[in-house]
């Protein structure tokens, strides 16, 4: 498999979207709902998964799709090469800010993570890894995560997670949100897990994402030496929604420890 040619096929691609995502800001959005009145999808939302939908069927027939808006394949195992597409994560930050939104594309060799990349169009950057290679912002190589003392963190969460009314130890949060340096929401899973890797955040919580939110940003984290699961310290699988929890290392196995240990997620 040439994982160098497939790496620039799709730069190259998430790059061109970038273009397009960019120029629709000139006009204007169909915006519906999906599973509740704060679930958002535009119609660029749905232009920009097609466009690599067809980008990599024409290029690559043989590999599969999993996208958020659902023009890709249903597959219910990770055999072969699969892209994990998120046309435009934050999209409630694209339709209200125009900002604090990203494309995120991971691909995965029979659930192997191969290739993340992240490109923060607005900013013009774009993070990405070839597994092995090191991990990049645009030309510059990102450095290893250092360790970190929960009281030294700002920890990336959203306030929803510590409220009342969901299935969730959300009790347990609150200690953790008192003895971090700061906490902070962006609205954008792949931004945050950017986030992470690059060390603007210490730590990125979430109670629940999908596989699209988050294969990438697994990947650069993990490149630079940090660490990622779901909140009960196990492998994320790439197929179902999970919790998560990527920090820094040495971080990770503190929160998880410390602070997560009795939690029921
Ligand atoms: C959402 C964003 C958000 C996260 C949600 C995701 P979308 O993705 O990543 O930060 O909290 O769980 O669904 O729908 O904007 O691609
Ligand atoms: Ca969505
Ligand atoms: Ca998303
Ligand atoms: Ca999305």
Redesign the pocket.
């Known amino acids: 498999m040439n994982w160098e040619k497939i790496y620039n096929d799709a730069k190259l691609w998430v790059k061109e979207a970038g273009e397009r995502i960019r120029s629709s800001f000139q006009q204007t959005l169909t915006i519906r709902t999906k599973s509740n009145p704060n679930?958002?999808?535009t119609d660029i939302?749905q232009e920009i998964e097609q466009f690599f939908i067809n980008k990599i069927r024409e290029v690559y027939p043989g590999h599969k799709i999993i996208g958020?808006e659902g023009y890709g394949d249903q597959l219910e195992q990770l055999e072969g090469i699969v892209w994990l597409i998120?046309?435009?994560?934050?999209?409630?930050?694209?339709v209200h800010q125009q900002r604090n939104?990203a494309i995120?594309l991971g691909i995965y060799e029979n659930g192997i993570g191969k290739i993340g990349i992240i490109y923060d169009i607005v900013h013009d950057e774009m993070y990405h890894t070839l597994r092995g290679t090191g991990a990049y912002l645009n030309n510059h190589p990102l450095p290893l995560l250092p360790e970190r003392t929960v009281n030294e963190s700002i920890i990336a969460l959203?306030a929803?997670w510590v409220m009342e009314n969901h299935r969730i130890n959300h009790q347990l949060l609150i200690p953790l949100a008192r003895d971090a340096r700061g906490t902070r929401?962006?609205?954008?899973?792949?931004l945050?897990l950017v986030y992470v890797a690059t060390g603007r955040v210490d730590a990125y919580i979430?109670m629940?994402?999908?596989p699209?939110?988050y294969a990438a940003g697994a990947l650069l984290i993990e490149e630079l030496g940090g660490v990622v699961t779901n909140l009960r310290g196990k492998k994320l699988d790439f197929l179902s929604k999970d919790s998560l929890l990527a920090a820094k290392p040495g971080l990770h196995q503190v929160i998880l420890k410390d602070y997560l240990n009795n939690g029921n997620w």
């Open positions: 679930d958002l999808v939302d958020e998120d046309p435009i994560d934050g999209t409630m930050n694209f939104f995120s959203n929803i929401s962006y609205g954008s899973a792949a945050e979430s629940r994402l999908s699209w939110d």
